[in-house]
């Protein structure tokens, strides 16, 4: 596959080595779960490309996430950084936050994107990777944002609202939970008949075109 860390990927899915070429921009994904958001990149990047970036690196947060499974299927360089148990909250989210932004650097990545990635960041990788570092988020925000507010909790939160309407959100990451500038958002409609998990796979289809595209914006 080449060196990921310095290079770009062909249309015919060969890896080029930089020749110099500082245009290309190296991605760092970061992951908890099932990686369907990761996979709709790595297909994207495939396909019509991210602009000029490239998934360089995946973090998982989880040791068991599939999405993990993805990035060795792709190719993609995998790294687990989970999170010290034995630290009060803030604490560990600090600690944690700290070594994926050692990681990045060590990489030298220059944008992050966060897809499906349930720690909440904190710390000098908020301000190092300012307005380079985005979100994708269930709902329609500010609506069902912040702590807790993660996966199914979310559609659970919307359908007990009665809302008529959710979507997901793409947003830059800063201090707060889910606070940043919006990038972009896409809606559907919420059906009577909607559990928690209709609900998300519809919403997981708006995801996948919406991360793709606030990629390519933010590149
Ligand atoms: C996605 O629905 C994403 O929006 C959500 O986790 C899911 C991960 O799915 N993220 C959050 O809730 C962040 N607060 P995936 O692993 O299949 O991409």
Redesign the pocket.
Known sequence: MGNRQGGKRLKTGAFCLNTGNEKVKHILTL??????????LIDAERQDGLGNGVIAAVVSDKPN???LERAKNAGIPAFTILPDKNLPKQARRLELSNRILAKALELRIDFIV?????SILSGDIIAVYASRMI????SLLPKF?GQG???E??HRAVLDAGERESG?TVHFVDVG??TGQIILQRAVPVLSSDTPETL?ER??VQ?HAAIVEAVRRMI
């Open positions: 992951v908890s779960g099932n990686g369907s958001n990761l996979q709709a996430a599939f999405a966060c897809a499906g990635f349930l979100n994708i988020h269930p944002g507010m993660y996966g909790n979310v997901c939970a889910d998300a919403i997981h995801e």
